[in-house]
């Protein structure tokens, strides 16, 4: 019973945040890819990459700086993948999955030439510090949960609501959606496919990109080989549980995020399973929540994953 | 007077042919002209280009006079050209709304003013007497509605040219009528209208002067009041065609196939076959005739073991397949079947002929050689085949998406006939095919239908059904509607029937 | 008027003969070249790293023979990925089917006692392969009957299989050698080693098992009804069912057989290199079998020269390390542009095709 409470109490909710925060921002950039039409399971990668740039930025020009370059270096991978996935007309699972392995390689022979004498993992960096909202971290309950968090657990949880007004509300989303939807009827009308193709994947890798620079400049506070472990792909598939919803990825993210924080919190409250094996938890989640609590037609954008062929 | 719209020497190559071949063709202001020509002609690929999806090789276009050059449609659209796609363009999980702004949106701010738009469409909708619902989702609207709302899209960008491709596949005969009420109206309003077809009977029913092509090349342009269908047929195709095929009488024998009482569901849950029964006998033709959406597609689904039926029975050369695996239809039940869409169910483009001649053969002796693929004997197959079918231009390592779709539609026919079927099972087997390419499969079907074989056709020509069938049955919301003789068979009849109209059949399946 | 395609559009289209030879071997130039350009723009010497790439691949008889030792591996997880692409499924899960393998041969080889070679190695390499095909054959059912994205679902699994392996032999593991201090298993008996065949070396002849395993992919492929079933549903699935082939069945053969050829690879490296199960045994064969794969064309016998390939990166990355100071993970680098250039190839092939297609003046030859 005792160990219950030491598991179970309010510092897991904000744990949750926390955790979610990097999955949720993968999250979202597949929500924007794959509305446009282009899967995008690269999102790991960028991911990384993004970390990795953030962490190189922040060492030398500061966190803030890492951020930019994080989010930038993230954008790129997303501009590599749109040319592979749109101009090319490459097959997006292979062109991301070279995306996955390059950002696992590319870091690491960067960081002895960066950091001599260093190898799978660089020097601590400069971090972005939590920040402890005013008025709101005195509330009672929510006070400990949201009011003492890293600026960009806020950016994520702000972006929630932007980007799904963004796809809903406005003539640029609607223009993304067609063309995820039925690309030839917004061909017809005189939208610019590829450009609205470009425009969601570049974005998702900034997402991606953001995730990244998260992991290595405010969760932790370096960089160390294929340090996402994963996330990436579960954003995907919070992005499927949420039925390519930015709210609905938000929720799922949020589920995934607290059995990565309940893991966290079994293991220092002392609970007898090993920790190898809680640390398995996220993915076993993950799997069972593509199957079980899916059902059987999860319907992505109607043109996914299918390169634009005029005429 | 000067045409609102001039083409002049209009090339278009594409890889495998050249679409367009110096191409001249002038349209007059406010007035409807029908652009004819068999598939493959041409006539798509030439609006295509006039309204800025395709650039052309060589030519110029002149539209009020002016010269234009497009890089996409929305410069067609600018001058106040609009096209209605044969395939509608519109998007299933957006409103009416939302389709018809798409590319011109009004805003308020940063955000979509869906209010304004609403208004505007329904005030444009009443102008023109085209009755929409602009919240509708135009996944749960009926096709009718779906035609309106292509059209005002068109208006709603200020169209004053329209192109329609071939709008009437998907209507009954008397959702044409109003059809044409509507063009007719749009034409007292001003609209210039360019009308794409192959069917004769709507060039003589609408328009004002024809354009004939014919493998790419102008035939002739004509008043349409100074020529009729005949000449018309033969400016299209280039020599006498008939109308009818010649059918001797045959001997029908027993029952092969029989569908008792079958319901099932379509794609979206929805009831689609809702109590079906059928007999099919040997030497006897069934065609099953009807607007495409009526449950022709779960029909042949569940006739081949690709959809559930939750009720009835299918019983086909005496053995119940009901919700039996496909291989059992075929191995059990003896059938063929030729799918109606060749490129996606009946071949598999990227491999070569003589692996295209043994899909679903590859399990049966001889190809079959325990666990082995005795592919010499495919080889041998395929060659006989070839030849048999007079395949002509290609060799059985040829990869099966280098054959004209012609060629590829007589593979897919050759290898399910030798299958020495039972029962066959044909889907639209002429779609998207010439002439000749059609007269041979027609040919085909009566040759296996005289030797004793169960043919079930469906098709969405009705032509096409009159002409082989010996019994017609027309399917309407997934029930059978009403059933003819090939001697009885009367066009208007039947089509009224598609529409949901005439007398239906009561239990015993008789009017 | 309407034409047939011409020859040189199928021979280019098609990975027939020699030109996908060329394709392949263009890929590897130009991979080499960025990888070139890379190493200079970080301020080593190319010309230095290569060297010393293709001395440690080749310098000595122990390289030479690590190279081998590398290519098995290889070959197998490329076996494996490239047969589940035919089906038309991404098994990106080899590297845990490997991992799941390779624990599977180990404690077989440690807790079976009493057997002789000739029985013991089998059992523990069929062992492994079934541990494999275990691992296989839940995203290929998966996929199968809820259409879950097998991509998601064998990463995922991976995870899985690492943080197994390494709960087996961390501290209170209960695979965990009790005399050791570094996380492994006990050593496997010698009746379950693929003993060594070159003295001086750690050649052992587990090479044979990849090769005749090449030639049993390559015999199921192109000449049983199987590998013409799964070829079907990897290229049209559409047609495949409609002729009966079942394609949710073939996803879960297919699979089984991919994660088969996996584990089997994780379990030729315990038996035959590691004698034991270590925590990370694996550097990543499973991710570079997918370069393997795409680059040796997807054919069993392509498969033979790019695992080579791929060897030597591995083997020869290790000198390069040691002598010009190129991290290790160039070799990922490699792997990417390859994997990139072949995934561009096909559809740059199209678009050139095209191009030659034409004469000056416009019109379209039937052939060259």
């Known amino acids: 019973m005792e160990m219950l409470e ?20 993968a999250s979202l950039g597949g929500v924007m890819s794959e509305r446009s039409g282009v899967i995008n399971i690269g999102l790991e990668g960028m991911m990384l990459m993004g970390a990795f740039g953030a962490a190189v930025g922040s060492y030398f020009y500061g966190p803030w700086t890492g951020i930019l370059i994080g989010i930038a ?86 972006l929630v609501p932007i980007i799904n007004y963004f796809l809903f509300r406005t003539p640029l989303g609607l223009r993304i959606r067609s063309v995820g939807e039925h690309p030839k009827a917004a061909d017809t009308l005189g939208i610019n496919v590829v450009k609205m193709r470009y425009i969601a994947v570049i974005s998702s890798g900034f997402l991606a990109g953001l995730g990244g620079a998260f992991l290595s400049i405010a969760y932790q506070s370096q960089f160390s080989r294929a340090m996402t472990q994963g996330r990436g792909f579960i954003g995907l598939a919070a992005m499927i549980f949420g039925r390519w919803k930015p709210v609905g990825a938000f929720i799922a993210c949020l589920l995934f995020g607290f059995a990565d924080a309940l893991q966290a919190s079994a293991q220092s409250a002392g609970v007898p399973i090993p920790p190898e094996l809680l640390l398995a938890a996220p993915y076993v989640l993950t799997l069972i929540a593509l199957v079980g609590l899916i059902g059987k037609r999860a319907v992505g954008p109607a043109a996914n994953g299918k390169p634009y062929e005029k005429g | 007077m000067l045409p609102i719209v001039k083409m002049e020497n209009i090339v278009k190559r594409f890889p495998l042919v050249c679409a367009n071949d110096h191409i001249n063709f002038e349209i007059k202001k406010g007035e409807i002209h029908c652009l004819l020509g068999e598939n493959g002609a041409g006539k798509t690929t030439l609006m295509n280009i006039l309204y800025g999806l395709y650039g052309c090789d060589e030519g110029k276009i002149f539209i009020r006079g002016e010269e234009v050059c497009f890089r996409g449609p929305s410069d067609a659209i600018k001058k106040g050209i609009g096209m209605v796609h044969q395939h509608f363009m519109l998007i299933p999980v957006f409103t009416i709304t939302e389709n018809l702004i798409l590319g011109a949106e009004p805003t ?34 009926s096709v009718g509605m779906q035609q309106r709302a292509e059209i005002l899209k068109l208006l ?52 004002d002067r024809v354009t004939i092509l ?85 029909l ?46 009946g071949l598999i483009l990227d491999f070569p002929l003589y692996e295209n001649f043994i899909l679903g053969l590859q399990d049966n002796k001889p190809f079959a050689k325990g666990v082995f693929l005795d592919f010499i004997k495919a080889k041998e197959f395929s060659q006989e085949l070839l030849h048999k ?11 099966a998406n280098t054959l004209s779709g012609g060629n590829q539609q007589k593979v897919v026919v050759a290898r399910e006939l030798q299958r020495a079927p039972k029962l066959i099972i044909a889907s639209q087997p002429t779609r998207g095919l010439d002439v000749g390419a059609t007269e041979f499969v027609h040919q085909q079907i009566i040759k296996q239908s005289n030797e004793g074989k169960a043919i079930l056709l469906i098709s969405l020509e009705l032509s096409e059904i009159i002409n082989l069938s010996d019994r017609i049955i027309v399917i309407y919301e997934g029930k059978f509607r009403g059933e003819f003789n090939a001697q009885s068979a009367n066009e208007a009849e039947i089509g009224l029937m598609m529409a949901g109209g005439g007398v239906s059949l009561n239990e015993n399946g008789k009017k | 008027m309407k034409m047939e395609k011409s020859n040189l559009e199928q021979i280019i289209f098609e990975n027939k003969g020699a030109f996908s030879f060329i394709k392949a071997f263009t890929a590897i130039i130009f991979a080499l070249i960025l990888g070139a350009i890379i190493l200079l723009l970080m301020g080593n010497n190319p010309i230095e790293a290569y060297s010393a790439l293709v001395q440690g691949a080749f310098g000595s008889k122990r390289c030479f023979a690590e190279t081998i030792l590398s290519t098995t591996p290889l070959m197998l997880g490329g076996l494996a990925f490239a047969l589940a692409y035919r089906c038309g499924l991404f098994n990106i899960g080899v590297e845990g089917q490997i991992a799941m393998g390779g624990m599977a041969a180990a404690f077989l080889g440690y807790s079976i006692t009493g057997l002789p070679p000739i029985i013991h190695l089998p059992i523990v390499l069929i062992g492994a ?70 003295t001086g070396t750690r050649l052992h002849w587990g090479i044979l098992i990849a090769l005749v395993l090449t030639v049993v992919v390559y015999y199921i492929l192109f000449k049983t009804r199987l590998g013409y079933k799964i070829r079907a549903v990897g290229k049209n699935r559409f047609a495949a069912e409609t002729v009966g082939i079942s394609v949710p069945r073939h996803y879960v053969i297919t699979m089984m057989l991919s994660g088969l050829l996996g584990g089997l690879a994780g379990g030729v490296e315990i038996c035959g290199v590691h004698y034991r199960l270590l925590a990370a045994f694996s550097p990543g064969y499973g991710f570079d079998s997918i370069a393997v794969a795409l680059l040796g064309m997807l054919h069993p016998f392509g498969i033979i020269f790019s695992a080579f390939l791929f060897g030597i990166l591995r083997s020869g990355a290790i000198l390069m390390q040691a002598m010009a100071g190129v991290s290790k993970d160039m070799v990922q680098v490699i792997s990417a542009i390859i994997i990139f250039i072949m995934g561009m190839s096909e559809p740059l092939g199209k678009f050139f095709t095209e191009r030659l297609m034409r004469n000056k003046d416009g019109n379209v030859r039937k052939s060259i």
């Open chain 1, 6 to 25: 030491k598991v179970f109490n309010i510092a897991i909710f904000a744990s949750t945040l926390r955790i979610a925060t990097p999955i949720l921002l």
């Open chain 1, 73 to 158: 270096i993230g954008g790129l991978m997303g501009l590599i993948h749109a040319f592979m996935s749109v101009t090319v007309k490459a097959n997006q699972i292979i062109s991301a999955t070279a995306i996955n392995i390059f950002a696992v390689g590319f870091p690491n022979i960067m960081v002895p030439i960066i950091w001599p004498g260093y190898h799978a993992i660089t020097p601590v960096v400069p971090v972005i510090k939590d920040i402890r909202l005013p008025l709101i971290a005195d509330l009672p309950v929510i006070g400990t949960i949201i009011g003492n968090q890293n600026p960009i657990v806020y950016i994520a949880l702000i």
């Open chain 2, 108 to 141: 308020k701010g940063i955000s979509l003013d869906i209010k304004k738009a609403e208004e505007e469409i329904t005030a444009l909708s009443q102008k023109y007497r085209l009755n929409i619902d602009p919240q509708a989702y135009v996944m749960d609207i």
């Open chain 2, 156 to 207: 709603y960008r200020g169209a004053d040219i329209m192109i329609f491709d071939e709008p009437t596949s998907i209507l009954t005969p008397q959702k044409v009528k109003e059809l044409y009420k509507i063009m007719n109206f749009l034409k007292e309003s001003g609209q210039t209208i360019i009308f794409i077809t192959h069917k004769l009977k709507e060039v003589m029913d609408i328009s």
């Open chain 2, 214 to 298: 014919r493998d790419g090349k102008v035939v002739d342009t004509v008043e349409t009041s100074t020529t009729n269908p005949s000449k018309l047929a033969k400016m299209m195709v280039g020599r006498e065609v008939l109308f009818q095929v010649e059918k001797p009488k045959k001997k029908i024998g027993k029952t092969v196939l029989e569908v008792e009482n079958i319901f099932a569901k379509n794609q979206r849950g929805l009831s689609a076959l809702r109590g079906l029964n059928l007999k099919v006998s040997e030497g006897e033709i069934v065609g099953i005739a009807g607007i495409d959406g009526n449950g022709q597609k779960e």
């Open chain 2, 300 to 345: 042949t689904e569940a006739l081949t073991g690709l959809r559930k039926v939750d009720n009835g029975k299918i019983i086909i050369n005496g053995k119940d397949l009901t919700n039996r695996e496909t291989r059992e239809f075929f191995t059990v039940g003896r059938i063929a079947y030729i799918p109606e869409d060749r490129l996606l169910r």
């Open chain 2, 389 to 399: 079918f007079d395949i002509r231009d290609s060799n059985i390592e040829a990869l």
């Open chain 3, 129 to 198: 392969a079934l541990m494999g095909a275990v691992w296989g054959i839940g995203p290929g059912f998966l996929k199968a009957r809820y259409g879950i994205h097998e991509v998601i679902s064998t990463i995922m699994l991976n995870y899985v299989a690492f943080k197994i392996t390494g709960y087996m032999v961390s501290v209170k593991g209960p695979m965990k050698a009790l005399a050791d201090e570094m996380p492994a298993s006990p050593r496997i008996l010698n009746s379950a080693k693929i003993i060594r065949i070159w």
